[in-house]
Every structure is written in C-alpha cells, then in structure tokens.
C-alpha cells in the first residue's frame, strides 16, 4: 500500500477553479488505479473520477465529466484533480484512493470498496 496525501481545498465562489493535489509515498506500479472520491456532510462517499496509472485513461462520474480533469505525473508520484466550473453542490470532503491490486473491471464499476489505499481528505468549499 501507499501513502497518500491531498492539498489544494479551500473556499471559491461558484463557478471558479480548484485544483487537488495528491502525493503518493511508496512505489505506484503499473497495476494501480487511482481514484478521486467526496463525502458531502451528510451523505455517503461517492465516486468523482479514477485513471489508469500506466494508461492514463480515465473516467467520470456524469456530476463532474466535462468540469473536472483527473491526471497524473508519473514521475512525481501525483495525480490531480483540476476542477472548474465550480458549483454549491460539489462542496465536499475529496478523498484520494489507490488500488494496488490488478483488476480488469471498469472504473465504471467501481466503488470505495475497490480502493485500499487513502488519505486523510481535503475540505472543498463552493460559496454562492
């Protein structure tokens, strides 16, 4: 497993731009998936984007695809998670996950349950 740490949350006004960080401690091989996930108060943690370490191929969920960005740089260990177009609703608590085991499942698919590795959350804060 890795160790993950986010930053980048904050406060913006509707319809700005954040974007999080996600440093990985520990070797990330070609096998892992990482993901973005938020928890709003209240509500149960639901899945926002994932990538493909070694592919770099991505997914989101239908709330954020076309504002949001995930990526990742190989050779810091990181990936992000640009966001745009900011709105009340994605006020959250996001979450880094890593999978380490090989899974051939679509990150349509996937869960938090499919994840076993994450950080500690970053507070994201959308004003109106």
């Known amino acids: 497993q890795v160790q993950l740490v986010e930053s980048g949350g904050g406060l913006v006004q509707a319809g700005g731009s954040l974007r999080l960080s996600c440093a990985a401690s520990?070797?990330?091989?070609?096998?892992?998936?990482m993901g973005w996930f938020r928890q709003a108060p209240g509500k149960e943690r639901e899945f926002v984007a994932a990538i493909r370490w070694t592919l770099g191929s991505t997914y989101y969920a239908d709330s954020v695809k076309g504002r949001f960005s995930i990526s990742r740089d190989n050779a810091k260990n990181t990936v992000y998670l640009e966001m745009s177009s900011l709105k009340s609703e994605d006020t959250a608590v996001y979450f880094c996950?890593?999978?380490?085991?090989?899974?051939?499942?679509?990150?349509?698919?996937?869960?938090?349950?499919?994840?076993?590795?994450w950080g500690q959350g970053t507070q994201v804060t959308v004003s109106s």
């Open positions: 520990g070797r990330i091989s070609g096998s892992y998936v």
């Open positions: 996950a890593a999978r380490s085991r090989p899974t051939a499942r679509s990150m349509g698919l996937m869960t938090s349950a499919d994840f076993d590795s």
